[in-house]
């Protein structure tokens, strides 16, 4: 049940990673879809038809090579790649696009804006790239003060609304690396605490179980009968031993049904299921061992059916009210399944609209 848990919050995790990042892309393409306005404009009021033609030529290099980088950002692949191309790409825009419209429009000026707004996602020192874009702008215009106001401003304007989601996405990522930075970081001090506690306990009445058995060795050859005693002792030690280890072995294992409990809400809440959870302050002892029923009915929620909204009463009663439960029947499962505490859980599924399910557990209470 462990790793599936560990899996299901892994496909989760993923999900809700995959859910930002095309957020992410879908506002990066609504500002490489604004960019690519200006030299579409500038096609269309270009009557030669050679100019259109190889102004389309560019256009679509430069966009398809845009549209690369700004994926290229928020993906877990080699920019590097991307980055040649669209440098390529931006070089060759120049004698295509730049004739277009010249006069009536300026094209090549929105190519421009576009890189300077690409370039804080590009290059650390955007800055410098940035003016030699501007001022190349200025160079191909007749009117150099127009061209300054498109690549220049607009180019600002674009560069927020590329920068801004790139920076929430990165935030997104460290976050999540912090996330399982400290799980595993979690996982390593829990085993050099178990690591800790069994060389405390067990350390020393091995180092004298090892001198005694040593000891017997030794008056095998002369004296029996304390040669037998001394094995006895090890007998007794080592038996002990034993026995202290299952009991710390079995305190690892318990888990509390409080603890199971809020760990279950977590879950299903990060799921999209609307978790109500309630747990009396006080319980017997013998409640914690309904937390692998707890467990396994709230795997039962995100393995078969598409639930939204889940309530799990005091002690060991979940209802399920999901879409995917029938609607029509009654069916019953598990039923008289024990574990070794005495536990018996059964799960029934309800007629009602949308189908219903809830999982029943019971526990002696003398138990503990």
């Not at 690369?68 to 950002?73: D, E, I």
């Not at 009536?104 to 370039?119: H, K, N, P, Q």
């Not at 020192?125 to 690549?151: D, G, K, N, Q, T």
């Not at 399944?337 to 005495?342: M, V």
């Amino acid at each position: 049940m462990m790793w599936r848990g560990k899996m299901w919050r892994g496909r989760m995790r993923r999900g809700r990673m995959r859910r930002a990042r095309v957020l992410t892309l879908v506002s990066l393409g609504m500002a490489w879809s604004t960019s690519s306005v200006g030299p579409g404009i500038g096609l269309f009021l270009e009557p030669r038809l050679t100019r259109v033609v190889l102004g389309l030529v560019g256009a679509v290099l430069f966009s398809a090579a845009h549209a690369g980088v700004l994926y290229a950002a928020v993906t877990p692949v080699s920019r590097t790649p991307f980055n040649v191309v669209f440098a390529v790409a931006s070089v060759l825009s120049v004698p295509l696009l730049a004739p277009v419209a010249a006069g009536r429009w300026d094209t090549w000026a929105w190519v421009g804006a576009s890189l300077v707004g690409t370039a804080p996602v590009l290059v650390r020192r955007w800055w410098v790239m940035a003016p030699v874009v501007v001022a190349v702008a200025v160079v191909l215009s007749p009117e150099p003060l127009r061209a300054l106001v498109i690549s220049g401003g607009i180019g600002v304007g674009l560069a927020l609304v590329h920068v801004l989601p790139v920076w929430l996405w990165d935030l997104v990522v460290q976050a999540q690396q912090g996330r399982e930075a400290r799980a595993r970081l979690a996982v390593i001090e829990e085993r050099l605490r178990f690591a800790r506690d069994v060389h405390d306990l067990l350390g020393h009445r091995l180092t004298v179980i090892a001198l005694k058995a040593e000891l017997a060795s030794r008056l095998a050859a002369v004296d029996a009968s304390r040669a037998g005693a001394e094995a006895d002792e090890v007998r007794v030690l080592a038996a002990a031993a034993l026995a202290d280890m299952r009991e710390a072995v079995h305190g690892y294992r318990t888990v509390e049904l409080g603890e199971q409990a809020s760990a279950i809400e977590q879950v299903l809440t990060s799921s999209g299921v609307r978790c109500t959870v309630s747990v009396p302050r006080e319980l017997p002892a013998a409640a914690r061992e309904l937390s692998w029923a707890l467990r396994e009915a709230g795997t039962n929620v995100l393995r078969h059916s598409r639930a939204r909204w889940q309530t799990a009463p005091p002690p060991a009663r979940v209802d399920d009210r999901g879409e995917g439960v029938p609607a029509q029947g009654v069916a019953w499962r598990h039923a008289g399944r024990r574990d070794p505490a005495g536990a018996r859980w059964c799960a029934v599924r309800r007629p009602g609209v949308g189908g219903r399910r809830a999982d029943h557990a019971a526990v002696p209470v003398d138990a503990a």
